[in-house]
Every structure is written in structure tokens, then in C-alpha cells.
């Protein structure tokens, strides 16, 4: 036997395994036709295989001697590195036998311009796929061809003159040539990509042409990607924010201002806005919604509103949550420069919650005390710190409305100290007392005397709103007939008689108006033998009544 050289074994290792030497046999036997001369092709079996050829008795009965014999008369040969080098070239002949049945096929249909590819991306019927497809059918149990049947309908695709490379149907590119689409239905297992088509020259020009600043501005407004980083000198940063004000569109007047923000200094970009105020209106309130206090702080100290610069500081206490920590800072900001009516509120703020912070540690300590009626009878739902005037005043209405004018949670105090008005302190009051059911001290909320010591009830409010606020408080009816009865206007009286049931009040207003037929009317709708209706017969038998009907 001729064995193979070294460097032939090399060539032979590195193009065929042995697998897929085994498997071209197979193939060439699958799928020559008749009319070709199928070359000779050895078929390099291993040992396990050949021994499971072998009849099992035959094993038994031969011996080391006989099993070389064996082996050396057998028609298949095993792989050595000795054999000769006419099985390279049979192997090489078995290559060309299986492309030429791809010539064969492709001379029957040269129409056709779509090639057919394996999921793996390689052309159906190579000798590569031909490998691959008859080693994976080694493994099926089922046994199936590897080796597709070529059918006479279903048209291949010549590979020189497709339009399209096997690159092209997975990326999308074409080459030369003409392609029809409706050749590549015929066969489902063939999927084609259409080929990108490229943007229009108008959308690169966005990012690479000549703009001038107005134009830059023009194409801002309709929403189109522009780029700022061409205008570098001052000159044109300054002629863009100019066509920005003039377009009146915030967004692009923002937009360009965070581009000079950044590349322009703070002196060089504060000056510039100084003498254009609708961008510096916009810039200051970017830099507020940004929270950028710092640089905000620095342009106005840089245009010299001090005021602003007052109130900005002022706002901070905002973030402060320690109620002695904020009291302390309102403290300081009492010798900012605000305004005079600036000024006096934040000395109110100030004056109130170091109010608030004496009032809280009373209040807190009697309530744990447990000594105060009010406080166990009414407990306290949340803090006063940090509350409104008004809701100060209704709290010291509420808890603290007997005390002297002296203490400091006096609601007589806080209105003399705060210069809280009539109208304010009487509708607080009246309805923290309303709340209590301290009808006694609503009553004497609209008593007065004047210079002859006669007393009559007056009110800084409507009394039809004083009704309101007494019936959302569930005051009695009787409380509410005597404030029904102050109100000014007939037809509103009786219709919030009507609303509350004060039959007294209709009665009497149908008599002074002296509408017979009114009274006559309202007496269907009052209980039979009640007292009202014993006092509308009363009057309507009343002889020295004269009736206008």
C-alpha cells in the first residue's frame, strides 16, 4: 500500500475532515445522474464502523494474523498516512462531479435572477452545503435526504447573472444588473431584503451647509435639526439672538441663550442682555426653573436690581424645615434692601412665627397637662407653626378667644398687631365660634351701643352670609330666624325662611308687605291646628289690616 506524504496529509487535514470524507461519497451516490460517469471514490471508514459490518462469528473465529488479511483483501481501505496520493485526486474528482451537476442544473434556466441560499448563507448545492446537509442527516433518525431533489418546475437561479450576490439579500444592496421580483415567489425558502434607499440631499444640508443666522433661526422655528457651533464669533451669536427676539418664539430664544451661556463669558453675555430685555426676561426665568440660584444671583447683581436680588435670598427659607432655624434667617433678611411693602411683609412673617413658636410650646404643654377643658374637649388636629395669618387668628379665635389683650395668643392681640380689618376678624371669629356652638358669643358679635346706650345688631357682613355660615355649622332654628329675620331684602327673607323653616319670619314679612293672597296661599302649607296657622287666621280676620289684594 502507498502511503500519502506529509505535506499531502497537511492539504488533505486542512480541507476535508474525515467526517465529510465519508460524507462525499454519499452525496456523489445520491445525486449523479445516470448519464454521468460516477468516478471511483474511496470510502474511509473507521475501525468501530467496519467491525460493525463485520458478522459477528467472524470476529470470534479470526485471529490477529487473519484480521490483517482480512483488512488488506477488503475493498474498503482503511485511512493511513501511507496511502498513495490517487485518492487526493480522486477526492479532487469527486469535487468536480458535484459541481457539475450545479453547471447542469443552471444551463436549464438562465432567466432566472434569484440564487437560492441555506439558512446558514450558503448557496444550495455547493459542495460546502452538500457536506454539511449529509453529516446532519447522519444524525436524524428518520433518515431523510440531505440532498434536496431538484424539480424541473421550480427554476434555480444562475449565480453570473443574478442582480443580487448572496451579500445583497442579507444587507440590502444591489449590484448591476436587472432583477424581477416576481421570479423569487416561486420558492418560499428564498427571503429578499429591498434595498435602502438614501435620504434627499435637502435633509443633509441641516447639518452641513452655510446657514446665515436668520436662516438658522427660520429653520429653528419649523422644527428642523440645526447646528449653532458655526457661529463662533460675537458678531453673529449677537445677530442670531436678534432674529431669535424677532421671530418672538420662546423656544428659540431659550434655545439660543443656553448656546451663548455657553460659550460666551459671563460679562460678555450679561452686558448683551442688559440693553435686550425680552431675551434677559427669558434668560432670568430659564436660570429660575433651572434653579441655577447662583448664576441668577450674579446677574442681578451685575444689572443692579437689588430688590430682586432681596426677594431671591428671601425665598430660600422655603427650604428650611427647623422652625427655629427659618426664624433665625428671616431675621437676617430683615436688612436686605427690600422695598418699603416688601419689607413690611417679610417683618410680618417674621413676627408671626416667632409668635407661632410661643404659642406652639404653650399650647403643647397644657395639652399633655390635661388641665385645660378646651384642649380635652376639642383636642388639637395639627401645628400652627409655619400656618397662615387668618388660620392663626381662627386658632387663637378657637382656643384662646377669652383672653386678655395682653398675651400674645389673644385674638384681639394678633389683630391689633398684624392690622388685620373688621370684616377679617369678624367673619374668623364667627366662625370659630360657630364651630363651637358658643351661640352666645356669636350674639355678641353683632351688638353695639350707641351714644344713648340702645343696643342693635350690626354686622361688617351681609346677614343672608351670615345665615350661610351659621347653618353649615348646624346652628338651631331659632338662631337662625333671628338672623334671617336682619336681612335687608323681602324677597331674599322669605326665600331663606322658606330654606331654613321659619314660618315667623314668612308670616311676618307677608304681613308687612300686607299680600293677602300670599298669606292665604302659605296657610295650605303649614300643619293643620298648628300655631302658625292659628296666627295666620288671627291675621287675616284682623279688621284694622288693610290689604293691598
Not at 447683581?301 to 427659607?317: F, N, P, S, W
Not at 388639637?380 to 378657637?398: D, E, K
Request: proline letters at 3%; glycine letters at 4%.
Amino acid at each position: 500500500m502507498e502511503l500519502l506524504s506529509s505535506s499531502e496529509y497537511k492539504y488533505l487535514k486542512t480541507e476535508l475532515t474525515s467526517d465529510q470524507l465519508f460524507s462525499v461519497h454519499s452525496v456523489i451516490s445520491l445525486q449523479l445522474p445516470a448519464a454521468i460517469a460516477q468516478p471511483e471514490v474511496v470510502k474511509l471508514l473507521s475501525k468501530e464502523e467496519e467491525e460493525e459490518e463485520e458478522p459477528l462469528q467472524l470476529k470470534m473465529m479470526k485471529s490477529k494474523p487473519d484480521e490483517e488479511d482480512y483488512w488488506n483483501s477488503s475493498k474498503f481501505k482503511a485511512f493511513t498516512f501511507d496511502d498513495e496520493d490517487d485518492e487526493f485526486s480522486r477526492l479532487k474528482e469527486s469535487k468536480q462531479a458535484v459541481n457539475s451537476i450545479r453547471r447542469l442544473v443552471e444551463e436549464d434556466d438562465d432567466e432566472d435572477d434569484v440564487e437560492k441560499v441555506s439558512w446558514s448563507g450558503e448557496p444550495v448545492g455547493s459542495i460546502s452545503w452538500s457536506v454539511r446537509e449529509t453529516a446532519a442527516s447522519n444524525q436524524r433518525t428518520d433518515r431523510e435526504p440531505a440532498f434536496p431533489k431538484i424539480n424541473a418546475d421550480t427554476p434555480t437561479v444562475s449565480r453570473s447573472h443574478s442582480g443580487y450576490s448572496l451579500s445583497s439579500l442579507f444587507k440590502g444592496k444591489t449590484k448591476t444588473g436587472s432583477f424581477q421580483f416576481s421570479d423569487s415567489l416561486s420558492d418560499s425558502s428564498v427571503r429578499l431584503y429591498a434595498p435602502e434607499l438614501r435620504k434627499p440631499k435637502s435633509e443633509y444640508k441641516d447639518y452641513v451647509s452655510d446657514w446665515s443666522p436668520e436662516e438658522t433661526v427660520h429653520r429653528m422655528q419649523q422644527g428642523k435639526a440645526v447646528s449653532l457651533e458655526k457661529f463662533r464669533s460675537l458678531q453673529d451669536k449677537l445677530l442670531l439672538l436678534d432674529f431669535s427676539i424677532s421671530a418672538h418664539d420662546g423656544n428659540v430664544i431659550t434655545a439660543v441663550l443656553i448656546y451663548l451661556k455657553r460659550t460666551l463669558s459671563k460679562e460678555v453675555l450679561f452686558r448683551e442682555l442688559e440693553s435686550r430685555q425680552t431675551a434677559l426676561r427669558h434668560f432670568i426665568h430659564y436660570l429660575t426653573e433651572t434653579r441655577d440660584q447662583r448664576l441668577l444671583l450674579e446677574l442681578l447683581r451685575a444689572l443692579g436690581r437689588t430688590e430682586d436680588i432681596a426677594l431671591l435670598q428671601y425665598k430660600e427659607h422655603l427650604s428650611i424645615a427647623d422652625e427655629n432655624k427659618r426664624r433665625d434667617f428671616l431675621k437676617s433678611c430683615l436688612s436686605l434692601p427690600f422695598s418699603p411693602e416688601d419689607s413690611a411683609h417679610v417683618q410680618d412673617h417674621y413676627t408671626l412665627l416667632e409668635r407661632q413658636i410661643i404659642i406652639e410650646a404653650t399650647d403643647r404643654q397644657a395639652e399633655r397637662g390635661g388641665k385645660v377643658e378646651i384642649f380635652q374637649k376639642f383636642p388639637r388636629r395639627a401645628s400652627i407653626l409655619n400656618m397662615p395669618l387668618i388660620t392663626t387668628l381662627y386658632y387663637c379665635c378657637f382656643y384662646h378667644y377669652t383672653e386678655s389683650e395682653g398675651t400674645y395668643s389673644s385674638p384681639l392681640n394678633v389683630r391689633q398687631t398684624f392690622r388685620i380689618s373688621e370684616k377679617q376678624f369678624f367673619v374668623t371669629a364667627l366662625a370659630a365660634r360657630a364651630k363651637l356652638k358658643a351661640w352666645v358669643d356669636v350674639d355678641a358679635l353683632f351688638t353695639s351701643r350707641n351714644w344713648l346706650g340702645f343696643t342693635r345688631k350690626k354686622s361688617p357682613l351681609g346677614f343672608h352670609r351670615v345665615v350661610d355660615i351659621l347653618q353649615k355649622n348646624s346652628a338651631p332654628t331659632q338662631v337662625l330666624q333671628e338672623y334671617v329675620g336682619l336681612v335687608d331684602d323681602a324677597e331674599l327673607r322669605i326665600s331663606l325662611a322658606q330654606k331654613h323653616k321659619c314660618h315667623d319670619i314668612i308670616i311676618n314679612t307677608y304681613r308687612d308687605l300686607k299680600d293677602r293672597q300670599q298669606l292665604l296661599g302659605y296657610r295650605g302649607k303649614v300643619e293643620r291646628g298648628s300655631v302658625e296657622e292659628r296666627k295666620i287666621n288671627e291675621l287675616l280676620d284682623n279688621p284694622q289690616i288693610r290689604w293691598k289684594n
